[in-house]
């Protein structure tokens, strides 16, 4: 996120809709009333977080498209 961590939650979010897209999502609670405090993916073999367009279009070229141009190229080249 380039150290913007207004988008956080954005991010979380794509990162979420993704696994439940591809793959497993565990959840962990905590608490009485049950709030989250941790979570896991997990994806196949071959299969990987936003590689593909429709995994992307999932909320992360929004994140992205909010990112600094420096970021955005890190991202893209590296």
Same mark, same amino acid.
């Given at each position: +996120?380039?150290?913007?961590?207004?988008?956080?939650?954005?991010?979380?979010?794509?990162? #979420?809709?993704? @696994? *439940? +897209?591809e793959?497993e999502?565990?959840?962990?609670?905590?608490?009485?009333?049950?709030? #989250?405090g941790? @979570? *896991?993916?997990?994806?196949?073999?071959?299969?990987?977080?936003?590689?593909?367009?429709?995994?992307r279009?999932?909320?992360?070229?929004?994140?992205?498209?909010?990112?600094?141009?420096?970021?955005?190229?890190w991202?893209?080249?590296t």
């Amino acid at each position: +996120l380039g150290g913007d961590m207004s988008l956080q939650r954005d991010f979380c979010h794509a990162s #979420i809709r993704v @696994t *439940a +897209l591809e793959d497993e999502l565990y959840i962990i609670t905590v608490g009485q009333d049950k709030r #989250i405090g941790s @979570t *896991a993916s997990w994806f196949r073999p071959g299969k990987g977080l936003f590689d593909s367009e429709e995994q992307r279009a999932l909320g992360y070229n929004e994140v992205f498209a909010k990112l600094s141009p420096q970021t955005q190229n890190w991202l893209k080249h590296t």
